[in-house]
């Protein structure tokens, strides 16, 4: 698949009406993208930005905190195989979503917890989700994640896409992005490709 230059816009319904699709920030994309690479069911993932009201953000703009944007990744997948509740628990269980525009050593609003919700069901399910998560104490602090309707998704540049798979040794993927996908193998191993 060919991606876009950066700051590219897509629509929800440019990823193909037949293909359900969710919108999630958990931290830097790299470890997000790179973990959901790994879900059986999942059939395309890709880096981008979205949150914003700034219009072609490039990874500059976004890493200077003061476009508004996250960085997500749009995940397209087959719910033959997959369900939307789980994808949401892999997305939970992988990132600490009880910090504020934070994860680990990044900092800043770019960093920020969040799902982009495409429509009405997805939107239910997570809020659903978050109220059983908390009820039930899995983080031992209150969740923090934005959950807001999508208006705009733009694609990242093309060196963002499948990163971790292209730079494993590079120091972040080492030290962070690894950890993170190790840990998913080993919660989810059912859910493995």
Known sequence: MQHPSSGSETSQTQVGSEVPHIVVGG?????????FLDVRGVVSVESGYCGGKTNNPDYESICSGTTGHAEVVRIGFNPQLIDLKTLYQIFFATHDPTTLNRQG?????QYRSAIFTVNDEQARLA???VSELNNAGTFGAPIVTEIVALERFWVAEAY???????NPFQGYCVGVVAPKVAK???QFASYLK
């Open 160 to 166: 963002h896409q499948n990163y971790f798979a292209r």
């Open 27 to 35: 931290g830097c994309f790299w470890c997000t993208e790179a973990v």
């Open 184 to 186: 998913f193998r080993k």
């Open 105 to 109: 050593y990044d900092v800043g609003t």
């Open 127 to 129: 809020k659903a989700l």
